[in-house]
């Protein structure tokens, strides 16, 4: 049977579409409701981030990493200070590590959470997303309990964390963790293993390990493709080496190995692993000790450079700082993982229907501030 | 039937008017009037309904009120009120590049498409506008002029959206009305007739008299016309016209105001129209499930009622709880499983008559 060529249509996608997460807009070219080219446009959320730290000092710049990839801050402050401290070769007390790995964990299950219910609705099931929303939500309570802000939280300071935990913030975690594990099973029975769910993930969208590699993507979406790479394993920072976690690979468990049903799967255990690393660190969280005492008066990193990488929920985050001594940085570069999962979008989706490609997209699970910084 | 009853109810009341032309058109104005008005608390109910259902599935309050007035009422009661006069009182968008004639046209053809299939809809024992002796045939191609509707909106909205939407639902609905007309057809061998009225009536004498469980091809007939159903009246899992995700608005993305709300009617007129017929077809119409048992003329409106909003419901649940298909998958599930089973299903239907009927 050959192949028919109608005349190829023009389509924009977005930068207001229900589907692109965030003002991304994907310029496809069609032929009915298959897919022949596909060219994500950016930078219609660009705020010059990068230049803008050029003018600041170096803490003022962790407000500013709150906004780039704003559904996990706490994660990108984490990266941040981490890069600023090892540039300073300063030391943190063992306390506000452990506060930085919780609260880097709890962003990881919120971001997961997010990522899954919000892909729950582009397959078009509504209930799991506000089954998803709702835990959420009693992990943005832990964090405005901490420190008030339930988004962009500015928690992570360099030698510390701005507030220490409040009294009743370890009980309040384990009763989450409690509640929360249960409800694991339910999303699986809710859409995971839903036999529609899978027809429309599973085989859609293969991303070979070579071809994830070759694009520099990072986090779930290469562990998805089996390439076992974590970087709180592989490259410990803080004190990750402290906790025993898997690190969790797609198996192909309903279709092919590397395709959207594996990328969803590998975050749900993802959060699994996290809850596994926060049961540890709040168990052993020191009592008491001052959450201030290392913060320097002046931030005044020697001359040098550093490239400082960390994992956040969507993958390998990488600060590049360069100083001249002064407390202005003279260069930051933010290697941004979203960005490289972009990239590999218009591989993933040439071929395949209209429908594929918004269920691609979503298994990427790309936040636009962090591509267009 | 009922607006040759009218109509000799009204010469007798009024022997002075010589014209009984005037007398004629009076009795049809008013169940048109009626059906109208079916239609839009039907709508106006079930939007609230959805969402307290919706709401209840996904661990909310849904519409909630303060008080009385216009704070949306006592649990949210008058919200669709409410959002049915903000509707009206929006203002009225038809983009430049459109086919004006086309896009005016649009909702009305699927509104009207939606509103005559309900005019042979028995709702009780004598509450029926017009039992055709073709009725249930009347209802099933009554019932596919809305995709006309739909295609013309998605054509002449000048939009791709729209497009994409209309061309979907053309090749989706067209798909589906084959399995449930199939299904449809395993109804008309076992009692013979296609009055909806004469139906119900084979149908009299309690539950085990009902089609649905007359034999099992009977069942296998009732889920295969309840699931194309759902794919004919754009329900998820089956609601790629208007995937909200991928399509922002399908067919209707260009629409606003009253015509948009137009479209909605519409979608709740043809769910009451399509669980109407298989109420009255496979769940014994307004037959009490038990006989005897409140089975007098005046309760056959609450059994009918209960049965429609008892398969609404379970629309509902659908819609809130599955994802989407994709548009290929939904090709394959209408050509190669409903299709088969049911020509399987009529020929099953038969050798059962032949053998236990």
């Known amino acids: 049977m050959g192949v028919v060529h109608g005349e190829q249509m023009v389509l924009n996608i977005g930068p207001q579409h229900p589907s692109t997460h965030g003002v991304l807009r994907l310029k496809v070219k069609t032929d009915g409701e298959i897919i022949s080219e596909i060219t994500p446009v950016i930078g219609y959320l660009h705020r010059c981030f990068e230049k803008h730290c050029e003018n600041m000092t170096y803490d003022q710049v962790i407000p500013y990493t709150d906004r780039c990839d704003y559904l996990a801050a706490m994660a990108n402050n984490f990266g941040y200070v981490v890069a600023v401290e090892e540039l300073m070769e300063l030391k943190v007390p063992e306390k506000v590590d452990y506060i930085r790995v919780i609260m880097a964990e709890f962003q990881r299950i919120a971001s997961h959470l997010l990522a899954l219910g919000v892909y729950g609705l582009d397959i078009g099931a509504f209930t799991p997303f506000l089954f998803m929303l709702r835990d959420r939500e009693r992990i943005l309570d832990m964090f405005e309990m901490t420190c008030g802000a339930r988004l962009l939280y500015n928690y992570m300071w360099v030698g510390g964390v701005s507030h220490d935990l409040p009294k009743g913030f370890v009980e309040t975690a384990f009763q989450f963790l409690d509640y929360f594990e249960p409800q694991i099973e339910e999303y699986n029975n809710l859409l995971t293993y839903n036999k529609i769910f899978i027809e429309r993930t599973a085989d859609i969208g293969v991303l070979p390990p070579e071809v994830a590699i070759s694009y520099g993507v990072s986090g779930p979406n290469l562990r998805a493709s089996g390439v076992k790479w974590d970087l709180r394993k592989n490259a410990p920072y803080s004190i990750y080496d402290k906790f025993d976690f898997d690190v969790c690979i797609g198996d192909g468990g309903q279709g092919s190995l590397g395709d959207c049903w594996d990328r969803y799967y590998v975050r749900m255990l993802e959060v699994k692993e996290s809850v596994k690393i926060l049961r540890q660190a709040l168990a052993q969280i020191p009592k008491d000790g001052d959450v201030h005492q290392a913060i320097p008066k002046k931030i005044r990193p020697p001359k040098g450079s550093i490239y400082s990488r960390t994992e956040t929920p969507r993958g390998d985050l990488g600060f590049y700082i360069e100083s001249d001594g002064s407390p202005i940085p003279t260069r930051v570069k933010m290697r941004s993982p979203a960005f490289t999962a972009l990239a590999v979008l218009g591989e993933l989706s040439e071929g395949w229907m209209m429908s594929d490609v918004i269920s691609i997209l979503g298994s990427l699970d790309i936040v636009l501030g962090e591509i267009d910084r | ?357």
């Open chain 2, 1 to 357: 039937m009922t607006v040759d009853l009218l109509f000799s109810w009204l010469s007798s009341l009024t022997s002075t008017i010589e014209d009984s032309s005037i007398l004629l058109l009076v009795a049809i104005i008013i169940p048109c009037v009626a059906l109208f008005l079916v239609m839009a608390v039907n709508a106006i109910v079930m939007v609230y309904v959805e969402r307290k259902v919706a709401a209840f599935m996904q661990d909310r309050v849904g519409p909630m009120g303060q008080g009385v007035g216009l704070h949306a009422g006592k649990w949210g009661l008058l919200q669709t009120v409410a959002d049915a006069l903000k509707l009206l009182t929006k203002e009225d968008i038809i983009p430049e590049k459109a086919d004006k004639f086309l896009f005016i046209l649009a909702p009305f053809v699927i509104f009207i498409g939606a509103f005559i299939a309900i005019v042979a809809v028995p709702f009780g024992e004598t509450v029926i506008v017009a039992d055709f002796n073709i009725g249930i045939f009347y209802i099933l191609a009554m019932g596919s002029l809305g995709v006309i509707g739909i295609i013309i909106a998605g054509w002449s909205s000048n939009n791709k959206w729209s497009l994409y939407g209309g061309m979907r639902s053309a090749a989706q609905i067209v798909s589906y009305e084959i399995p449930a007309g199939l299904s449809i057809i395993v109804i008309i061998m076992l009692t013979g007739t296609l009055s909806m009225q004469g139906i119900i009536e084979y149908q009299s004498g309690g539950m085990g008299n009902w089609i649905i469980f007359a034999n099992p091809f009977a069942f296998i007939a009732f889920l295969i016309y309840f699931i194309s159903v759902i794919a004919e009246t754009n329900r998820t899992p089956f609601d790629i016209p208007e995937a909200e995700s991928e399509l922002v608005g399908g067919f209707h993305t260009e629409y606003s105001g009253m015509r948009w709300s137009f479209f909605f009617l519409s979608e709740y007129a043809n769910m009451l129209v399509v669980c109407a017929v298989a109420a009255a077809g496979f769940l014994g119409g307004w037959h009490s499930p038990i006989p005897g048992y409140f089975d007098s003329n005046g309760w056959g409106i609450f059994w009918m009622l209960s049965k429609i909003v008892f398969l609404i419901f379970i629309m509902m649940w659908f819609r809130w709880t599955f994802p989407r298909l994709r548009v290929d998958q939904l090709m394959n599930v209408c050509w190669k499983v409903f299709l088969p089973i049911s020509l399987i299903n009529i020929f099953g239907v038969g050798v059962w008559t032949l053998i236990f009927g």
